[in-house]
């Protein structure tokens, strides 16, 4: 083998297959998270694109159909121009400035039409500006059938379907507010008013013209009533400004930051990123070839490692453990020739030793009962390095 494969302990082929593996594996999971991404998405309400029962799709294509001119208005800020001649206002995620509330009503006076879905009281600059909020009820009304309270809707018929516990308009705020679809109790869902030159309609959420309930001629009878004062081929614009905030769908992010946060693919991209780098960890890729040694190393020796062990449990204060240590050798060495292992106690010990062995006169056993308290304590260093000393005295002799 060569020195390059000796030095990362594989060939250069090897690792060029295993650079093409990584790298295919990095394109498959672009390729899922963005599929995943996409896929997992759910369909926006009232999005002018989504063929979702609670999208806008049909109500845009129906209107283009009939000649007119259909526009949003996403963007950093809000804009209405002047030449828009019917402005569509859904729940929005986004409330309305007091500034953009005015423009809006300014606008409808000048003689266009406003068409209002909802607002719900969270838009409270929206609903103090033109009076008139969406709000549940807790309670069904005894009769649940909608009426033409007015013939505005003639497509439609004089029944306008049911309404159970669905938001209803409440026009205590606008008594120039005329009520054209309501139950005969009084629960609200269409009503319309005039403010100055310009026609306002408000619609509960109930009569909120997506592509579901556009499936019901009830429903889409109003359609045509929302029309009558816009000029043929006119501006109609959806203001989705508000209704998913500044910026948009279709403009999408403004820095590169955002789109790495915000979009599948940036996901994708800081997903391999990560595993790239933990891949480089774990396979220890060098930055560039190894440097050779010049000169040899030696080798410690095994004394080295035993004066290391020993200079660790001086400077730990570790003497109980070093005198425990020496005691059992003591007790071993001692006991061998009596068969008494180290465990037997002290006393055993030094009886067997008075009536079997010879060899210790009563001033030795003395000095041997005397090292087996010492090294049963915690004796200081000096103590513990003369006891150690007098151990290997008495084992060697």
Known sequence: MS??????????????????????????????????GRSGQPAREYDLKSAAPNGLLGLRLWLQEMGFR??????????????????FIYPNTTPYTALEAQAVADWVEKGHTLVIVGPDT??????????????????????????QQQPLLPAAG???????????????????????????????TIAVQRRGEGTIWYLSPRHG???????????????????????????????????????????GPATLQEWLYATPVGWALLFCAAIFGAFLLLQGLRLGPSLPITSPVRRREAAEYVEAM??????????????????????????????LGADAADTTLLEALQRSDQRF?????????????????????????????????????
């Open 209 to 251: 013209l997506a592509n579901a309930a556009l499936k019901e001629v009830q429903e889409s009878a109003i359609v045509p009533a929302l029309l009558r004062t816009v000029p043929a081929k006119g501006q109609i614009l959806f203001d989705t400004y508000h209704l998913y905030g500044p910026q948009g769908a279709e403009n």
């Open 310 to 339: 020993a200079t660790l449990q001086r400077r730990a204060h570790k003497r109980q453990s070093v005198a425990r240590y020496h005691k059992r050798r003591l007790k071993a060495g001692l006991g061998k020739a009596l068969n």
């Open 70 to 87: 259909v526009s949003t208005n996403e963007g950093k800020s809000f804009k209405l121009p002047d030449s828009t001649d019917l402005l």
């Open 3 to 36: 020195s390059r494969a000796d030095t990362y302990g594989r060939t250069g082929s090897n690792r060029q297959t295993e650079v093409i593996v990584t790298l295919g594996l990095f394109v498959i999971l672009v390729v899922m998270v963005v599929a995943l």
């Open 122 to 147: 969270g838009d409270k600059v929206l609903v103090d500006t033109f009076g008139v909020s969406s709000e549940s009820s807790v309670f069904s009304s005894f009769s649940n059938t909608l009426h």
């Open 361 to 397: 006169d009563p001033a030795m056993l003395q000095i041997i009962r005397q090292l087996l308290v010492v090294l049963g304590g915690d004796p200081g260093e000096s103590a513990l390095v003369q006891a150690v000393a007098k151990v290997d005295d008495i084992l060697q002799n």
């Open 158 to 188: 004089v029944t306008m379907g049911g309404i159970d516990f669905e938001p209803r308009l409440n026009l205590h705020k606008a008594p120039a507010a005329v009520v054209v679809v309501a139950t005969d109790e009084g629960f609200v």
